[in-house]
């Protein structure tokens, strides 16, 4: 009687722990995966734009099918200029011009564009970085 007691009261614990196992490797795996986008975006990034001083990256999204992954990007430039936009990324990307720069009119929206548009160009320079994790870093 004891033993059936122990087994019942066993059998949701090892559950539990398999479900907490399984649970933590997803999340393990899903940081993983967003660092590798974020790094190769910062590169994307500084592959297209001149004078970024600072990337600040959040709210990453991505989807299994067909494996699109996009972000929120806040970039300041040297001259302590800052755009905020929402980004899609492709790890196979080298530069990234694309997006949707946020704005409460078109004509907020179209200044932005006309200011990234003009800073076309290469950041040599290392760079800060914020990523979504909270972490920072230099690239």
């Given at each position: ?28 795996e899903e940081e993983k ?107």
């Open positions: 009687m004891k033993s059936k007691k122990i087994w019942l009261l066993l059998i949701p614990v090892v559950i539990l722990v398999i479900v907490g196992g399984f649970m933590l490797k997803q999340k393990m995966r967003n660092r590798e986008y974020e790094v190769s975006l910062v590169k994307a990034l500084k592959n297209s734009y001149a004078g970024i001083e600072e990337i600040r990256i959040s709210d990453p999204y991505y989807t299994d099918k067909p494996g699109s992954w996009s972000c929120d990007v806040e970039m300041k430039f040297k001259d302590n200029t800052i755009i905020s936009y929402g980004i899609n990324h492709s790890l196979d990307d080298k530069v990234n011009h694309d997006g949707v720069v946020k704005g409460n009119t078109n004509a907020e929206i179209n200044k932005q564009w006309e200011i990234l548009h003009s800073r076309e160009g290469k950041t040599i320079e290392k760079v800060i970085v914020y990523y979504s994790d909270n972490e920072k870093g230099e690239q």
